[in-house]
């Protein structure tokens, strides 16, 4: 049996999922799309709701709604995909070996290293990757050749993508002759590479060391660890969640 639904009101499946830790919510919509999900043994669909007493499966695995909010900060290698697929061998769920169930707070791209938020709230999850909240993702990048003022101007007041996008105003500046800082407020698929190739540079390593205000610190490549209380409790507050 699952448990408390919020009253015979029912709650929405993706959120029921979510809550679950089986993805976020659009994560979870996902998952039902593809017939993966059901409810008292009926294939679910989009929209519908668990009431209390309902069972839920997730191929063919009962699924309940978890109590315990599970938050790591991970520090990911270059070459572990940030996907659960079981059938990538490199996929960052079994790179863990986490003996609870989690998955990614968006993604960082196979060629890049440094901060995943690993997390079973799929509330959470949503927070921080709906683009509009434009919550801080932080990175050092090292690029192919020395960097100029007018490299840094251009990045910094946005740069006109392949796709036609201009990437929002961010906080860009020089750490070195070939490496700088940058400070995103939205996740365009391989944004900062994009943008570098866009102004002639080709990007060489790229390290994220900061989502909202978890950092990456001291943590060893591969490692991960619990985030503090005081880092939860200042993430929900920056977050609107409770």
């Known amino acids: 049996m699952v448990g408390d639904t919020g009253g015979q009101e029912g709650v929405r499946l993706n ?6 830790g089986e993805a976020s919510r659009r994560g979870s919509d996902r998952i039902i799309e593809e017939g993966r999900v059901t409810i008292d043994g009926r294939t679910a669909v989009l929209g519908d709701k668990v009431f209390p007493g309902s069972k839920v499966c997730v191929d063919g695995r009962e699924v309940k709604r978890v109590t315990e909010d599970i938050i790591l900060a991970f520090y990911k290698p270059v070459g572990i995909t940030s996907t659960s697929d079981p059938g990538d061998e490199n996929n960052v769920i079994a790179f863990i070996g986490y003996p609870k169930r989690i998955f990614s707070i968006g ?3 196979k060629d890049s290293e440094g901060l995943l938020l690993m997390t079973n709230n799929g509330e959470l999850a949503d927070r921080i990757m709906r683009s509009k909240n434009e919550h801080e993702k932080e990175y050092v990048v090292r690029v192919n050749k020395d960097i100029t003022k007018d490299f840094i101007m251009k990045m910094s007041e946005g740069v006109l993508l392949d796709d036609g996008r201009v990437t929002k105003r961010c906080f860009v500046e020089s750490t070195g002759p070939r490496e700088f800082r940058i400070i995103l407020r939205q996740g365009l698929n391989r944004q900062i590479r994009r943008m570098c190739e866009q102004l002639g540079y080709e990007v060489k390593n790229l390290k994220r060391t900061r989502v909202v205000n978890i950092t990456l610190g001291n943590l060893k490549e ?7 209380k005081r880092e939860r409790e200042e993430m929900y507050e920056k977050l609107g969640l409770k």
């Open 15 to 20: 959120r029921f999922l979510s809550e679950a």
């Open 107 to 109: 993604r960082l791209d």
């Open 222 to 228: 591969g490692r991960y660890r619990d985030i503090s």
